[in-house]
């Protein structure tokens, strides 16, 4: 069974930095396009990044800039890096194949952001 773990989140100043990570089990991250996204309160789950299993990402143009999607495929791990945080990107944070293709779903990571 597919399970995704998100870690990293929390309480944050706007301005700042944090690291989440996305641990996979069941399924190997390798060659596989991964993406994170987000959900606000009483909001749609949105699209955040994307990285394809040979590198190349994509960004949602309100992230792009300050976040940075990688992958360790040794640690079967997908990062998302997140600087200069806006109050705007508070929202619980999931990680997954693309849409259409989305394994079962995890709890996600709290991110938020205080101005």
């Known amino acids: 069974q597919v399970q995704f773990v998100e870690s990293g989140g929390g309480l944050v100043q706007a301005g700042g930095s944090l690291r989440l990570s996305c641990a996979a089990s069941?399924?190997?991250?390798?060659?596989?396009?991964m993406g994170w996204y987000r959900q606000a309160p009483g909001k749609q789950r949105d699209w955040v990044a994307s990285?394809?299993?040979?590198?190349?990402?994509n960004y949602a143009d309100s992230v792009k800039g300050r976040f940075t999607i990688s992958r360790d495929n040794a640690k079967n791990t997908v990062y998302l890096q997140m600087n200069s945080l806006k109050p705007e990107d508070t929202a619980v944070y999931y990680c997954?194949?693309?849409?259409?293709?989305?394994?079962?779903w995890g709890q996600g990571t709290q991110v938020t952001v205080s101005s």
């Open positions: 069941g399924t190997t991250l390798t060659m596989i396009n």
């Open positions: 990285i394809s299993g040979s590198g190349v990402t």
């Open positions: 997954n194949r693309p849409l259409g293709y989305a394994f079962p």
